[in-house]
C-alpha cells in the first residue's frame, strides 16, 4: 500500500530500539501491507525465519498460511495485511523461539500495533493463534473463541483462528482449519457488502437535491 504515513510509521519501527528485544534480533519484521479498509491476519511474533527475511509468516506455517489464503482466493499484501503484535523476534538463551510475555505483548502491540491498524483501518481482524488473541482479549483462551467472531472495543470484528504451526502439528484439525477460514471468507465478504449498501445509500441520498463532493464518485 503506497501511503507516506504508514511508510514513515514502518520507518520508525526499523529503527526502533525501545525494549532489549533489540539485542537478539537479526532485523525487525514491520509486516506486509494489502489494502486499506481491508482484511488484516495478525500473528504473535517473528520466529527464526522471519527474523532473518524480514517478512512475516515464512518457513512451513507461512507456507501453510498461504495455501489456506489461496483457498478462499486471496493473497498477500494484494488482498491483505499481515502484521505481528511484537515486531522483533523474541529468544531464549541458547537463541530459540520464545513466546512472548504479556508486557512485551502489551509495549510493543501498543506503541505499533495499534498504530498501524490506526492507519489500515480494516474491516476484519484475523488473529492466529493464542498470543495474538491474547493482546486483545486478555482473559481469552484460544480454545474457547476459536471459529468465532467477536466485536472490539475499537470498533473492527475480530475472527479468531489456529496458528499455522499449530495446525502443522495436528493434521487431524485440517478440516476444521478449511472450515474457520471459510468463515473469515464469509464475514468478510459480508462486511465488504454492509459497507458498499452504506456507500450507496449515502449516494442515493445525496443524489436527492443535494449537492455530491468528490468523495461520492470514489
Do not use: C, H, R, W
Given at each position: 500500500?503506497?501511503?507516506?504515513?504508514?511508510?514513515?510509521?514502518?520507518?520508525?519501527?526499523?529503527?526502533c530500539e525501545a525494549c532489549?528485544?533489540?539485542d537478539s534480533r537479526t532485523q525487525v519484521v514491520p509486516g506486509l501491507y494489502g489494502p486499506k479498509n481491508g482484511l488484516c491476519i495478525i500473528g504473535e511474533a517473528p520466529g527464526y525465519y522471519e527474523d532473518k527475511q524480514?517478512?512475516?509468516?515464512?518457513g512451513r506455517s507461512g507456507k501453510l498460511l498461504d495455501n489456506m489464503l489461496s483457498g478462499i482466493g486471496l493473497e498477500r499484501e494484494k488482498d491483505l495485511s499481515i502484521l505481528n503484535v511484537i515486531k522483533c523476534r523474541p529468544t531464549t538463551a541458547d537463541n530459540n523461539n520464545r513466546t512472548p510475555t504479556n508486557s512485551e505483548l502489551k509495549f510493543c502491540g501498543e506503541r505499533w500495533l495499534f498504530k498501524q491498524l490506526k492507519l489500515l483501518s480494516p474491516k476484519l481482524i484475523?488473529?492466529?493463534?493464542s498470543i495474538a488473541l491474547r493482546f486483545f482479549i486478555p482473559s481469552?483462551?484460544?480454545?474457547k473463541y476459536v471459529g468465532k467472531s467477536y466485536d472490539t472495543d475499537f470498533g473492527i470484528k475480530l475472527y479468531v483462528t489456529y496458528h499455522p504451526a499449530y495446525i502443522l502439528r495436528n493434521y487431524?484439525?485440517?478440516?476444521l482449519y478449511n472450515e474457520h477460514f471459510e468463515g473469515i471468507k464469509s464475514l468478510y465478504l459480508n462486511l465488504l457488502n454492509q459497507n458498499k449498501i452504506t456507500s450507496d445509500n449515502k449516494r442515493?441520498?445525496?443524489?436527492?437535491?443535494?449537492?455530491?463532493s468528490l468523495t461520492d464518485f470514489l
Open positions: 500500500m503506497a501511503n507516506d504515513e504508514i511508510a514513515k510509521l514502518t520507518e520508525d519501527i526499523i529503527i532489549y528485544l533489540k524480514g517478512i512475516p509468516f515464512v484475523v488473529t492466529i493463534g481469552a483462551a484460544v480454545t487431524n484439525l485440517m478440516d442515493s441520498t445525496k443524489g436527492q437535491g443535494e449537492q455530491k
